[in-house]
């Protein structure tokens, strides 16, 4: 089973929930700005047409540190990386995260196949797209981001749901 790098338990929890603060979570307390989950993907939002998160994958969110508000907004077709924005060490962190706790073997697993590099101009562009979405200027550039998200195949809740129950990586 490989180890992926990350630095202690704790600190890689840390570390994830800051990421997310800093890259999915914009603070809408002024009120100018639309609600983050009307943001994502119908896919990750629309609970009516798709199935909600699963067991297992709720008590590993819970084990990153989200809480039950943000679970519910998800679904099993939510993805990591177009709907959430998980990317670099955030994946790397939380995969860690998923071997350690629940003994999932990521043999096989090649990161660059599904996330960009963080260091890549495509990461920089998808930061970039959601920090335009934060302030309702998504709409610029679309089509070039839309075109960064189909080099990747989907990651999702659904997915992660089933290695978490078979304890390995699933190609999908």
């Not at 909600?52 to 039950?68: A, M, Q």
């Not at 995260?97 to 260091?119: A, C, H, L, R, W």
Request: charged content about 30%; aromatic content about 12%.
């Amino acid at each position: 089973m490989p180890i992926l790098f990350c630095h202690s338990r704790t600190d890689g929890l840390k570390y994830i929930r800051e990421r997310i603060e800093m890259h999915c979570r914009p603070d809408f307390s002024n009120g100018d700005y639309q609600d983050m989950r009307s943001m994502m993907s119908s896919n990750a939002t629309d609970t009516k047409q798709v199935e909600p998160v699963g067991e297992r994958t709720v008590i590993y969110l819970k084990k990153l540190g989200y809480s039950d508000k943000d679970i519910a907004s998800w679904t099993s077709h939510t993805s990591l990386l177009k709907d959430l924005g998980w990317d670099g060490d955030t994946v790397e962190c939380a995969f860690q995260t998923m071997q350690n706790e629940f003994g999932v073997d990521f043999s096989g697993f090649e990161f660059e196949k599904y996330f960009p590099i963080e260091s890549s101009k495509e990461a920089g562009r998808l930061s970039s797209h959601r920090l335009l979405n934060a302030v309702g200027l998504g709409k610029w550039g679309k089509k070039n981001i839309d075109s960064i998200y189909s080099k990747y195949p989907e990651i999702t809740f659904g997915m992660i749901e089933e290695m978490i129950k078979q304890k390995k990586w699933i190609d999908p």
